[in-house]
C-alpha cells in the first residue's frame, strides 16, 4: 500500500482547506484510514480515523470544524477543513493501519496564518 497525500498550503484563519489522500489501491473496506498532524516539537497526533468497521472518530480540537469522507472507489480520503485557527497549522500525514501495522504517507503541510 502507498500513500500521496495532497492539498496544504496556506490561510487565513477561519479559511478552509481540503486534504486529499490516494491509495494504490481500494484498500478501505480493510484498513482504517485517518490523519494525523504534527508541530515541531510535539508528538505526532490523531487528527481523524475512519475504520474500516465504518465508524468516524476525531480529535475534541476539531470536532465540527473537520470532516472526513471517501470517494465510491474506496481509494481516496478526504479531510474538508473549515474555521481553520492557527493552532492547526502543521504537518498533515495520512495513515492507513491493519492488524498494527502502519502505511504513512509523506507529510503535507498547512500553515493558518494572516
Known amino acids: 500500500v502507498q500513500l500521496q497525500a495532497s492539498g496544504g498550503g496556506l490561510v487565513q484563519p477561519g479559511g478552509s482547506l481540503r486534504l486529499s489522500c490516494a491509495a494504490s489501491?481500494?484498500?478501505?473496506?480493510?484498513?482504517?484510514m485517518g490523519w494525523y498532524r504534527q508541530t515541531p516539537g510535539k508528538e505526532r497526533e490523531l487528527v481523524a480515523v475512519?475504520?474500516?468497521?465504518?465508524?468516524?472518530h476525531y480529535a475534541d480540537s476539531v470536532k465540527g470544524r473537520f470532516t472526513l469522507s471517501t470517494d465510491s472507489a474506496g481509494n481516496t480520503l478526504y479531510l474538508q477543513m473549515n474555521s481553520l485557527k492557527p493552532e492547526d497549522t502543521a504537518v498533515y500525514y495520512c495513515?492507513?493501519?491493519?492488524?498494527?501495522?502502519?502505511?504513512w504517507g509523506q507529510g503535507t503541510l498547512v500553515t493558518v496564518s494572516s
Open positions: 475512519i475504520l474500516s468497521v465504518g465508524s468516524t
Open positions: 495513515n492507513a493501519r491493519r492488524f498494527g501495522a502502519d502505511v
Open positions: 489501491g481500494s484498500i478501505f473496506s480493510r484498513y482504517d
